[in-house]
């Protein structure tokens, strides 16, 4: 198994605080991803990064900002939560040379419950 | 914008038997790739199988097969020999080359499977 751990697993906060997610590779992968993953949406973008302090938006940035300042590591803040953020969030890897076909790997996941 | 349609929310099958989960996808790229994933109830996802668009043969993984129709942009996912431990929520997955972005990856909404014994 790839080797991508996230943390916290398992978060519940309320309303209007701010909460960071982290994820942690051991791979030395080129790119990140965060991921959001909603009933009946399948998984959705959020942000990505292609290296260090490199990084954009994806199809649902809105409320979210990432950081990446080392490799290894690429953090997810929410601001300000709101409920419509309460969700599973996944973070993914994957390394460049093999081109399109590379495959994606995920991290087990956080759960964000926002109350 | 690239999208990943799975029409069929929930199937069911019988143990040994088989089943097809449907996808389908709009893109205005010609060289892409497409995926299904596998989600467990541990809600890890594990990639089943992989086609690159340029291939005309189906890929193949044991008792998994895909039927790709490029010109439909149609993925079906074909599962021979059921079996309990197919159970789970599958995802097709779009991917196309973006230099900033690696292969960044589109997903349908998903398709539980459920398998009776």
């Known amino acids: 198994d790839a080797g991508i751990t996230q943390s916290p697993r398992h978060k519940v906060t309320e309303t209007g605080t701010p909460v960071t997610l982290r994820c942690h590779q051991t791979e030395n992968h080129r790119y990140m991803y965060w991921y959001r993953q909603d009933p009946g949406h399948g998984l959705r973008l959020i942000h990505y990064s292609y290296g260090v302090k490199d990084t954009d938006k994806g199809e649902v940035s809105d409320g979210y900002s990432v950081s990446r300042s080392k490799t290894e590591d690429f953090l997810l803040t929410l601001e300000s939560a709101t409920s419509s953020q309460t969700s599973v969030y996944f973070c993914?890897?994957?390394?460049?040379?093999?081109?399109?076909?590379?495959?994606?790997?995920f991290g087990p996941g956080t759960r964000l419950t926002v109350l | 914008a690239q999208t990943v349609t799975q029409s069929q929310p929930e199937m069911s099958v019988q143990e040994a038997e088989t089943v097809t989960l449907s996808c389908t996808y709009d893109t205005s790229e010609s060289d892409y790739y497409l995926f299904w994933y596998k989600q467990p109830p541990s809600r890890q996802m594990i990639l089943v199988i992989r086609q690159e668009a340029y291939k005309q043969q189906n890929a193949t993984e044991n008792r998994f097969s895909v039927n790709f129709q490029k010109a439909a942009k149609s993925f079906s996912l074909k599962i021979s020999d059921s079996q309990l431990g197919d159970a789970a929520m599958y995802f097709c997955?779009?991917?196309?080359?973006?230099?900033?972005?690696?292969?960044?990856?589109?997903f349908g909404g998903g398709t539980r499977l459920m398998v009776k014994p």
């Open positions: 993914a890897i994957s390394d460049e040379g093999g081109g399109v076909y590379n495959e994606q790997f």
């Open positions: 997955a779009y991917s196309y080359m973006n230099n900033n972005a690696g292969n960044m990856l589109t």
